[in-house]
Structure formats: C-alpha cells, structure tokens
C-alpha cells in the first residue's frame, strides 16, 4: 500500500488522512494482521518518526470506529487491532502472545436460552486461549 492508497482509503471512510494518520494505516491496514497499540508506537518510533501515544490510541480508535479495524481483547489488560474485519474468531497463545485468525465456519456455538426479551444477537467474538503442550 502506498502512502496516496492509504490516504484515500482513509478519505473514502470519512477519516481526514493526515501524516500521523497516514503512517499508521500504512502500519495497520497493509495486510491483515494483529498489533497492539504498543506494537504500533514501537514501529513508529522505530522508523525514526515521533509520535505520542494519545495520537496513536486515538487515531486506532477512529479507525475502529470508521470501520477500518476491529479490536481483539485477549485478556482484560491486553488488546489489539485487527485489519480483517470480516467475522471471525482467534486463537491466542499465552505463552508467545501470538493472535492467530479461526475461520468462522470452524466454530459452532449453541446457546441454550432465550435472548433477553426486546434484544436481539450483535456479534460473537470467540478468543481461544492456547499454549505449548507441557511435558507428560
């Protein structure tokens, strides 16, 4: 994805694609792929740019927002972004912290009440925790 790409799929989702912008989608939105916030300052930083990490959650957040990315919250103190915002379900391993993408199909879910009265289903979000077999 280039820099013009990204700005105008920013621009055609109503997002104003300046610089800082810009430089995350290009970060985020390339392939599909699972980073956290934390991931992508460091990348940031990395390639010798400044940015603050209020402009980075932020401009995530819009993103999620505006429907560019979808949010995986692993545990209650970890989450990350997804660039494939089609329905489907994770796997995260707790020792490497590894987000892997499950096809939809692959998980079948029964629920064996009722939804409370005047709701109706907005999603279903499976995360699988896994880690490496132990010794036997």
């Known amino acids: 994805m280039t820099r013009d790409e990204a700005a105008s799929l920013l621009a055609e989702r109503g997002v104003l694609p300046t610089a800082q912008r810009v430089d995350i989608a290009l970060l985020t939105l390339a392939r599909p792929q699972h980073l956290s916030a934390e991931q992508?300052?460091?990348a940031i930083r990395a390639n010798g740019l400044k940015?603050?990490?209020a402009t980075v959650?932020?401009?995530l957040n819009l993103f999620r927002e505006k429907?560019?990315?979808r949010t995986v919250d692993v545990d209650p103190?970890?989450?990350?972004y997804d660039s494939s915002t089609s329905a489907?379900?994770?796997f995260y391993?707790?020792?490497t912290g590894e987000l892997t993408d499950i096809p939809l199909d692959s998980v079948v879910l029964h629920v064996a009440t009722d939804l409370p009265p005047g709701t109706e289903q907005a999603g279903v979000d499976v995360v699988v925790r896994v880690r490496g077999r132990?010794?036997?």
Not at 77 to 80: A, P
């Open 77 to 80: 103190t970890r989450q990350f």
């Open 88 to 90: 489907h379900h994770h």
């Open 51 to 53: 940015i603050s990490k």
């Open 93 to 95: 391993n707790v020792e």
């Open 57 to 59: 959650y932020n401009t």
């Open 134 to 136: 132990r010794a036997e």
């Open 67 to 69: 429907g560019l990315l």
């Open 40 to 42: 992508i300052i460091g």
